[in-house]
């Protein structure tokens, strides 16, 4: 994963749940071929319209972006049709992490952030590698830190100045 210098961490979902999801489209796909060779071959406008599904999912998978940052978290997802929805670090209520056994072994999870109760925002990072995630989220409490002390230091120097003056 690569942290862009300004403190954005953007994620995707990992390829691993990409070929889970996909999957299915390509067996489809490979399933009318054999029926055309087989069966009747009228069904390669089937195999065709298959493989049109697969592309589709497999472009809609790869339009999804998640930015973790100390000022937001956002979710980018869509095609033609882009969604972003973002929300603030201290709107956030809670983190649900969603795993199959599946996942488990892939390494990978579904997290879905939710709001507090008056913005009542909800959104899921699907298939997020978990060592990505970790790392993101590392890096965002560490800048966060950094910027904490900065601000304490920047407080008591004002605080010293106006004593000073007094």
């Not at 796909?29 to 060779?37: D, N, Y």
């Not at 800048?143 to 120097?157: S, V």
Request: hydrophobic content about 50%.
């Amino acid at each position: 994963m690569k942290i862009l210098p300004f403190g954005i961490a953007p994620l995707r979902p990992s390829i691993r749940f990409m070929l889970i999801r996909t999957c299915p489209w390509l067996l489809l796909f490979f399933g009318f071929i054999a029926g055309t060779v087989l069966v009747h071959p009228l069904l390669i406008i089937a195999s065709w319209l298959v493989l049109l599904g697969f592309l589709y999912h497999v472009f809609l998978l790869c339009a999804e972006l998640y930015v973790i940052s100390p000022e937001m978290f956002m979710v980018s997802t869509g095609i033609l049709n882009k969604t972003v929805t973002w929300l603030e670090p201290l709107q956030i209520k809670a983190f649900d992490v969603h795993q199959s056994k599946l996942m488990q072994y892939l390494n990978i999870a579904h997290v879905t952030v939710v709001s507090d109760d008056d913005i009542n925002i909800k959104f899921t990072l699907k298939g997020v590698d978990n060592k990505a995630m970790k790392e993101a989220l590392g890096f965002t409490m560490e800048l966060i830190k950094t910027r904490h002390e900065y601000l304490k230091r920047l407080i008591d120097m004002a605080e010293k100045a106006t004593a000073n003056q007094k």
